[in-house]
C-alpha cells in the first residue's frame, strides 16, 4: 500500500513535464498535419471568386448578399498567393493554438507559481484546455476561435494599461473579419476596469461594427443578421457546431475536472443550499418588507458583480455569457474560462498530496496517452473537378472541393444550410440518411457532379469519376 506523503518537487522534475507535453502535441499536429474541414478552406479560395461567394455556392435564394468576412477572405488569399493555400490553413492553425495556449500558460504560471507542483498543475490545466471539443476548434481556425484567443490574450494583460490598449485595438482590427464581432463585446467590458472605460469602450466596438458591416453590406447587415432565425426554420440537415454545448461534458476528461472543482468549490456550494433550504416566504407585511431589502441587496449584489474587477466574477461572467449562448462551437472559448476559474480555485488549495513516483507516472502517462486520442485530426481528399463543373457535394465537401480543384466551378451547398434551397437540402438528406438520389432533381438543378460517401444506391443517372479513401465522385451522365 502506497502510503500518502507530502510531495516536495524538485526543478528537474518542474518543466520537463510539460515540455514532454507540449512536444507531443506539435509532434502529433506534425504527423497528421490535420486540415480544417470547412470555412478557413472557403475563406481561402474566396479571394479566387471575386470574393463573391455566389460566384461560388449555386441554388442558395437565402446566401448573403455580401461577404461576411471579407478582410480575413482577403489576409488568406494574398498568403495563399505566397505561401500557397496548404501552408495557409496550417499557418492560422498554428496561430490560434498559440493564441490559446500562451495565455492561458502564463495566467497559469502567475497562479501557481508559489507552489512546489505548478507544473505537474500545469500539465494537467492544458491537458484539460487541449481536450477533444476545444482542439476542434483550434484546427478549423475560424474567425470566431480568433475572437476567443483575443478574449484570452485580454484577461492575460488585465493589469497593463497599455497593453490593453493594443489588445483593444486588435479587437478593432479583427472586426471586418467577422460580421458578428459584437458577439465578443462583454470582453471589452471585463477587461477594462473603470466603469466609464468598460460602458465607452464596449460602446465604440459595437458603434464601429454596425457601421462598418452596415457601409459594407450596402445596409444588408442588419436584415441578415434578424434573418438567423428564418435560417435556422429552413435547415433540414442538422448541423453538428450548433448542438448542445451540454455534449462538453460527454467527454470523461471535462465531466472529471468539472467534478473536481465542484469539490474544490464544495463549502460555497454548501452554504449556498444551506441558506436556500433555510430561506422561508410568508406573505405579511413584515416579511413583504423582509422580501423586498432582499431583492434590493441582489440588484445591488448584480450590479456590483456586473462592474466588478474581482478575476473569479468576471471569468464567472464571460463563463455564464458563453454558455447561454448553448452551443458547442464556443467549446474552446468556454474550455479556456473554465480552466481559469479552475487554477484560481488549485492556487487556494493545499499542495498535493500523494507518492512522488506515483504522481510522475500518472501524469507521465497522460502526458503521452492524450495527444495520441485526439480524433479531430482529419485529411481531406485531394477531388479536383473540371472548370465549370456544378457539384452537389455532402459532408462538407462543399468546403474542400473547391479549395483543392484548381479551376473555378459552382457548388452547393452553400456554408449556411439553411440559405439553400430546400430541394437541394432534401437530396442532402437522402444521399446522408437514405443513401438515395433522385436523378429528375439532379438535372433539374443542372448538376454535373456528386461528391458523397454515403449513397447505397447508385441511380442510373451517376457514373464513377474519381475514387479515394472513403469518399467517391461522380459524374451525372445522359441516361435517354
Request: aromatic fraction near 14%.
Amino acid at each position: 500500500m502506497i502510503k500518502a506523503t507530502q510531495v516536495i518537487f524538485k526543478t528537474r522534475d518542474h518543466y520537463a513535464i510539460l515540455l514532454i507535453y507540449l512536444a507531443m502535441i506539435i509532434l502529433v499536429f506534425a504527423i497528421n498535419m490535420p486540415y480544417p474541414e470547412d470555412d478557413l478552406l472557403r475563406d481561402i479560395v474566396a479571394g479566387d471568386y471575386g470574393y463573391n461567394y455566389a460566384n461560388l455556392y449555386i441554388h442558395a435564394p437565402l446566401m448573403a448578399s455580401y461577404n461576411q468576412y471579407i478582410f480575413f477572405d482577403i489576409i488568406l488569399h494574398y498568403m495563399s498567393h505566397l505561401i500557397g493555400r496548404i501552408a495557409t490553413a496550417h499557418t492560422f492553425q498554428i496561430i490560434c493554438m498559440l493564441g490559446y495556449l500562451v495565455p492561458l500558460l502564463i495566467m497559469s504560471y502567475r497562479l501557481l507559481k508559489a507552489r512546489n507542483d505548478r507544473y505537474y498543475l500545469m500539465t494537467l490545466l492544458m491537458i484539460l484546455a487541449l481536450n477533444n471539443s476545444a482542439l476542434l476548434r483550434i484546427v478549423l481556425a475560424r474567425p470566431e476561435m480568433l475572437y476567443s484567443c483575443w478574449i484570452l490574450i485580454g484577461l492575460a494583460v488585465k493589469d497593463y494599461a497599455r497593453l490593453k490598449l493594443v489588445w483593444y485595438m486588435g479587437g478593432f482590427l479583427l472586426i471586418p473579419c467577422y460580421w458578428l464581432s459584437f458577439l465578443y463585446v462583454p470582453a471589452i467590458f471585463v477587461v477594462f476596469n473603470s466603469r466609464i472605460s468598460k460602458i465607452i469602450l464596449s460602446l465604440l466596438f459595437i458603434l464601429a461594427t454596425a457601421i462598418f458591416w452596415q457601409w459594407y453590406s450596402n445596409y444588408q447587415w442588419l436584415p441578415s443578421i434578424f434573418e438567423l432565425k428564418l435560417l435556422l426554420k429552413n435547415r433540414i440537415p442538422q448541423i453538428g457546431e450548433n448542438k448542445s454545448i451540454v455534449l462538453l461534458l460527454f467527454h470523461p476528461l471535462t465531466a472529471c475536472a468539472l467534478v473536481f472543482y465542484l469539490y474544490l468549490i464544495r463549502d460555497r456550494i454548501g452554504q449556498a443550499i444551506s441558506w436556500l433550504m433555510n430561506f422561508k416566504y410568508k406573505p405579511n407585511v413584515r416579511t413583504k418588507l423582509k422580501y423586498g431589502i432582499l431583492v434590493n441587496h441582489v440588484i445591488n449584489y448584480m450590479n456590483r458583480t456586473l462592474f466588478s474587477n474581482s478575476p473569479t466574477a468576471i471569468i464567472c461572467l464571460l463563463l455564464a455569457y458563453f454558455t447561454s449562448l448553448h452551443m458547442i462551437r464556443y467549446a474552446a472559448i468556454i474550455t479556456g474560462l473554465f480552466v481559469i476559474l479552475f487554477v484560481r480555485e488549485l492556487a487556494k488549495s493545499e499542495q498535493l498530496q500523494i507518492n512522488t513516483n506515483l504522481a510522475r507516472s500518472i501524469v507521465l502517462m497522460l502526458v503521452i496517452f492524450m495527444p495520441l486520442q485526439v480524433d479531430c485530426y482529419t485529411s481531406i481528399p485531394k477531388f479536383n473537378l473540371p472548370a465549370n463543373s456544378i457539384a452537389l457535394t455532402t459532408n462538407l465537401a462543399n468546403y474542400f472541393v473547391p479549395f483543392t480543384s484548381t479551376a473555378k466551378i459552382k457548388v452547393a451547398p452553400c456554408m449556411e444550410i439553411g440559405a439553400n434551397d430546400r430541394q437541394v437540402q432534401q437530396m442532402l438528406e437522402d444521399i446522408d440518411v437514405k443513401g438515395t438520389l433522385d436523378c429528375k432533381q439532379l438535372k433539374k438543378f443542372g448538376f454535373t457532379h456528386v461528391v458523397e460517401k454515403n449513397l447505397k444506391v447508385v441511380p442510373e443517372c451517376l457514373a464513377i469519376y474519381q475514387i479515394q479513401p472513403g469518399w467517391r465522385v461522380w459524374r451525372v451522365i445522359d441516361t435517354q
